[in-house]
C-alpha cells in the first residue's frame, strides 16, 4: 500500500508539471506516453498465434505523435500529417515477407495497438490547443476530473455497493459507484471554472458526464483485454499500479470524445 501511494504520488505530480510546464513540454511528454503505451499493448498481445510488427508499430506511433505536435506547436501544416500513411501501408506490405501462419492476425493488432494505445494520447495533445493558442487547463482539468471520477466511484462503490455494472468483465463495479463517480466529477468540474476558467460552466460539466461515462467504459474495455489475454496487469512500469494501459484507461475512449465535443460546441 506504501508502495502505490509513493508511486502514485510521484505520477500525478509528473502529469501535473509536464501538463503546465510549457507547450512543448506538454506535447513531447504525452505523446511520448502514447509511444509507450502503444509498445505496452503490442508486448501483451504477443503469442504464438499473434505477433504485432513491433518495430513498424512503435516508428509510426512515433511518426504520428511527432507530426500531431509538430503540428499543434504551429511547425507543420494540417496536410503532413498525411506523411503516417506510408508507414501504415508498410505493416500490411511487410507482412507479406514474414511467412506467418495467419498475417492478419498480426496486422490486425499492429493497427488497433497504435489506434487504441497511442492515437488517444494524441487527442489528448489536441486538447491543450482546442481554443488555438496552448491553454494547460483544459487538459489539466481532465486529468482532475478523470481523477475525481475515479476517487467518487470507489468511495461510493464501498459505501454503498450492491448492484454489479458488469459482473462478468469488472466484478467489484457497481452501479452505485458509476453514479457516485459521476456526481463527484461533476461537482469538481463547476468549480473548475473558478479556478481555471478556459470554458464556462456548462462545457466543463459535459466534460464531466463524457468523462464518468466514456471513463467508465474504457476502464472496462481495458479490463475485457486483460481477461482476453489472461493477464493481471498491462505490465509493471508503475509500481502497486501496473503499466500505462491500465493507468490511462479512461483517458483511452473519453480523450477523444471529450475532443470530438469540445470541438463541436
Given amino acids: 500500500m506504501k508502495t502505490r501511494a509513493i508511486t502514485g504520488l510521484f505520477f500525478v505530480i509528473v502529469l501535473v508539471l509536464a501538463t503546465l510546464l510549457n507547450a512543448t513540454v506538454f506535447a513531447a511528454f504525452f505523446g511520448l506516453l502514447g509511444v509507450l503505451a502503444a509498445r505496452e499493448f503490442f508486448l501483451i498481445c504477443k503469442s504464438e498465434e499473434v505477433q504485432p510488427l513491433l518495430v513498424l508499430g512503435l ?18 501544416a494540417n496536410k503532413y500529417l498525411w506523411l503516417v500513411l506510408p508507414l501504415l501501408s508498410f505493416i ?26 497511442c492515437v488517444p494520447f494524441l487527442f489528448f495533445v489536441g486538447l491543450g490547443f482546442i481554443q488555438g493558442t496552448f491553454n494547460p487547463y483544459i487538459p489539466l482539468g481532465f486529468l482532475i476530473i478523470l481523477w475525481s ?44 471554472e473558478q479556478y481555471f476558467g478556459s470554458l464556462p460552466k456548462w462545457q466543463w460539466a459535459t466534460v464531466a458526464l463524457i468523462i464518468g461515462v466514456f471513463g467508465t467504459l474504457g476502464d472496462l474495455v481495458e479490463s475485457m ?22 493507468r490511462f484507461d479512461g483517458l483511452l475512449i473519453a480523450a477523444p470524445l471529450v475532443f470530438l465535443a469540445l470541438t463541436l460546441i
Fill in 59 to 76: 516508428l509510426s506511433s512515433a511518426v504520428l505523435a511527432g507530426l500531431v505536435g509538430a503540428n499543434q506547436l504551429g511547425y507543420l
Fill in 92 to 117: 500490411a506490405i511487410a507482412s507479406l515477407y514474414l511467412k506467418r501462419p495467419k498475417p492478419f492476425h498480426d496486422i490486425a493488432y499492429t493497427y488497433l495497438g497504435i489506434f487504441y494505445a
Fill in 149 to 192: 471520477n475515479d476517487t467518487g466511484a470507489y468511495l461510493a462503490g464501498r459505501a454503498f455497493g450492491k448492484h454489479k455494472l458488469f459482473e462478468r468483465i469488472s466484478p467489484n463495479k457497481t452501479w452505485e459507484g458509476f453514479i457516485g463517480g459521476i456526481a463527484l466529477a461533476v461537482l469538481i468540474a463547476l468549480n473548475l
Fill in 225 to 246: 483485454l486483460k481477461r482476453n489475454l489472461g493477464i493481471k496487469d498491462s505490465g509493471q512500469i508503475l509500481p502497486g499500479h501496473g503499466g500505462f494501459l491500465d
